[in-house]
DNA sequence: TATTATATCTCGGGT
DNA sequence: ACCCGAGGTATAATA
């Protein structure tokens, strides 16, 4: 199994060059650990100096570049058009392009202490939870979460000024709007929702209710959807999560553990 | 140099814990790769099945599990306040919680490719050139590059609603809004500036002008704009940035290179 | 292709 | 600690 992975150093420069663009040809997997400097242009232009980084190449052609500490990488690049290694005065030169946008990663190696590469193999799956088309879909299937009474009869309606989650009618036969949030709502969320309810108003006619959802909501949020007569409702996100898990025969988590 | 990294395959599994929660109290830098399955539960809930990844945890406590293809992690943790590897079921299982919010990132390796730790030193400086900070000062300074006679009078001016980039007064004597887009505006941008606009009139009485200023937007950034009778102003980037440069003595950068 | 909205967004700066 | 807005955001969905 160890053979799927290859690990150099002390290697000559030439070397290296060579194992890095056979990595790319053939579509490995590739970490360089080393000392190098950074430059960047293309959205924006950006100059990191001299210090150790972890450089990952993916299959793809994506590039990013670690520094010690930080969860991101201070340089990248998403995907590649070519990427190529060449030694050039007495230094390891690594050129990253992308088009569209037109974005050049420059990478110097001063040093190189590890050359890892190797081809990987993953086809697990991944499915995530909860995230807000989650949120809207439990909603559109169970609106008695909203209030008693209501009847969702669409779900992300555009309305020329973008698509407004849910809608639907009440018990008085109001047309409702709703806008929902999986985290706390900030000022900008009202604002979404009134855009939405101004543009209701103006196609039918008639003053459309509108809520935003979410499981908590910032204090210029509850501002602004007062003063813009909006509604809104706290969203237990645990209470949505075991509705799920029910329907799901309740395994999907090791929420037990929180 | 060398001694800087510890490389390790073949290892048996209590080894591997130990080697991993040593590193992670030394602060080191570590590379783990092998085959695993990932669960997560925090903000949302994931699980992703058996598959081969590179795993990273780096001196502040930052996880980031990659798979082969793309630039982002599949999953990850920040930052953590606990990160614990052991053995359980003959299985390496690495676990990072973090606080604010609860988040748990549960890693079960049951292979291990390699593992690469050490300490990395980087001192180096990062730069970045022309976001959006660089271009709103671009124009504090060089106010003509929107129109004759304007003066700015104000930068980055908190209206209660949130910062309007710049405020100044034209040439007569009319206040001027004006926000500053880096890329493309699209609609959001409008209502943004109208937001400012709305307030600025409703906390002096006086109607302002209202100016986006980015090097492009969206058609229905255009329809808003015109809508809510706002302005605006293409930027031409590399005008900016050739201005800058010139300031900056003319070495910043391998643009020449685009 | 262009545009929009989401994200386990992250991150920094402000109050 | 909360809140807001930028980001070389990336990425998926949609027209």
């Not at 993916?58 to 070519?82: A, F, M």
């Not at 949120?135 to 209501?150: A, K, M, S």
């Amino acid at each position: 199994m160890n053979k799927l992975l290859e690990v150099f150093r002390n290697s000559s420069l030439d070397d290296y060059a060579k194992l890095i663009n056979e990595s790319i040809v053939k579509r490995e997997i590739l970490v360089l650990i080393g000392k190098c400097s950074v430059d960047y242009t293309g959205r924006g232009e950006s100059r990191l100096t001299d210090g150790d980084r972890v450089l990952i190449i993916k299959s793809d052609g994506s590039v990013q570049i670690h520094r010690p500490e930080g969860y991101k990488p201070v340089n990248w690049q998403p995907q590649t058009s070519v990427i190529e290694a060449r030694v050039v005065d007495n230094k390891l030169v690594l050129t990253a392009i992308r088009d569209k946008p037109r974005e050049i990663l420059n990478v110097v190696f001063n040093e190189i202490y590890l050359l890892i590469r190797g081809r990987l193999t993953d086809n697990g799956e991944f499915v995530m939870y909860l995230n807000e088309s989650d949120i809207r879909d439990l909603i559109y299937v169970n609106p008695w979460l909203i209030e008693d009474g209501l009847h969702i009869i669409g779900k992300e309606k555009d309305l020329g000024v973008g698509a407004v989650d849910l809608i639907g009618v009440d018990n008085k036969g109001k047309a409702v709007l709703i806008e929902v949030k999986r985290i706390t709502a900030s000022r900008e969320a009202a604002l979404q929702l009134y855009k939405y309810v101004e543009k209701y108003a103006k196609l039918t006619g008639a003053q459309p209710r509108g809520i935003l959802v979410a499981p908590s909501f910032t204090t210029q949020a509850l501002d602004t959807l007062k003063r813009l007569n909006l509604e809104y409702r706290e969203l237990d996100l645990k209470k949505l999560w075991l509705l799920k898990k029910r329907n799901m025969g309740g395994k999907c988590g090791l929420d037990q553990l929180l």
